[in-house]
C-alpha cells in the first residue's frame, strides 16, 4: 500500500530504479474510482492504454479509440492518482501522419488532462517522431514487439521474434530520448538482452521476468474481462463471477421484495 512518505513517481525516478534493481509496476485504468484504487494500492505507473477500446468499449481492436476518448479517460485517472506517474495512449491515427502530429496530440493529453506522459508504439520508424516529441518536452514511454496498433500490418496477435530488429528498435527510441519502454510479447532472453542493453527501464508484458518492470490491463488481472485471456495474464482475483452473483443476489432481492428492507428506507 502507498504511505504518504512515498515519492510522487517521475520518469527520472524510474530511471533510478532501474540503477538501483527495484522492479516498476504498472497497471492500466480507465476511470476515476480504478485509479484511485490502483494508486492507493502502491502501483508507480498508471496506463490509460488504448486496450480500454477492447475492455471498456467493447470492441476487437484498439484501432477504434479517438483521441477525444483518451482526453476524456486520462482526465479521470489523472484525477485520482496522488503518486503514480499517468501515461496516457496516443491512439491509433493521432501520431501516425507526421512529428507535427504527434506532437498537437501530445499536446492536447498533457495540456486537457493532469497525465504527465504518453505512449505511442513502434521503434525504429517512430525515432523521429519521438524525438520531436521530447524537444517539445513531452516525455515519452515507447512500446515495441507486439503492438496493438498495428495487428492488420502485423496479421494477428503474434509473439515477436526477431531479436536483431527488435534490439535495433529498442536502441532507437532510447536514443530518440523516450524515457522508458514498454516490450509486449517478446521471448524472454530477447527482453532480457534489451533491458541489459538499455539504460531507461523497460516494462515487460509477455516479455518474462528480466524485464525492469511489469505492466498487465486490470481487467485481465481482476478477472473482469473474460473475452480473452493471453498465456501471459496472471489473475489475482475473479471479479467477473463476483459481479455476476452479487447482480443476481440483488436481482431475486428485489423480486422477492427482501430489498429495500424497512430500515434501508426514509421515516
Ligand atoms: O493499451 C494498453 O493497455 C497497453 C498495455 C497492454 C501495455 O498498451
Redesign the pocket.
Known amino acids: 500500500m502507498a504511505t504518504e512518505n512515498d515519492p510522487v513517481v517521475t520518469p527520472p525516478l524510474l530511471s533510478r530504479w532501474k540503477r538501483d534493481g527495484r522492479k516498476i509496476t ?1 497497471l ?1 485504468a480507465a476511470d476515476y474510482t480504478m485509479a484511485r484504487l490502483l494508486d492507493e494500492a502502491g502501483i508507480d505507473v498508471l ?1 490509460v ?5 477492447t475492455v471498456v468499449q467493447g470492441h476487437g481492436t ?1 484501432l477504434k479509440v479517438t483521441l477525444d476518448q483518451m482526453v476524456y479517460h486520462a482526465e479521470m485517472v489523472a484525477r485520482a492518482a496522488r503518486r503514480a506517474l499517468v501515461v496516457a ?1 496516443l491512439p491509433f491515427g493521432s501520431y501516425h501522419e507526421s512529428p507535427r502530429q504527434a506532437v498537437r496530440s501530445a499536446c492536447r493529453l498533457l495540456k486537457e488532462t493532469e497525465c504527465q506522459a504518453v ?1 505511442l ?1 513502434g521503434g525504429r520508424r517512430m525515432a523521429a517522431t519521438i524525438r520531436r516529441l521530447v524537444e517539445a518536452d513531452v516525455p515519452v514511454m515507447a ?1 515495441i514487439g507486439l503492438t ?1 496498433q498495428s495487428v492488420r500490418h502485423l496479421g494477428g496477435y503474434k509473439v515477436q521474434r526477431d531479436a536483431d530488429a527488435l534490439l535495433a528498435d529498442a536502441h532507437a527510441v532510447a536514443e530518440a530520448g523516450a524515457f522508458a519502454l ?1 516490450i ?1 510479447c517478446v521471448p524472454s532472453e530477447i527482453a532480457a538482452t534489451i533491458s541489459q542493453a538499455l539504460a531507461i527501464p523497460t ?1 515487460g ?1 509477455g516479455a518474462g521476468p528480466s524485464c525492469d518492470g511489469q ?3 486490470t481487467h485481465d488481472l481482476l478477472g473482469l474481462f473474460e473475452g480473452f485471456r493471453p498465456k501471459f495474464v496472471r489473475r489475482y482475483a475473479e471479479l467477473a463471477s463476483t459481479v455476476r452473483e452479487a447482480a443476481n443476489r440483488y436481482a431475486h432481492d428485489v423480486q422477492s421484495s427482501a430489498f429495500p428492507s424497512d430500515e434501508e428506507g426514509f421515516r
Open positions: 504498472s492500466t496506463l492504454g488504448d486496450s480500454l477500446g484498439t495512449d505512449k508504439e512500446h496493438p514498454v509486449e516494462i508484458i505492466v498487465l490491463v
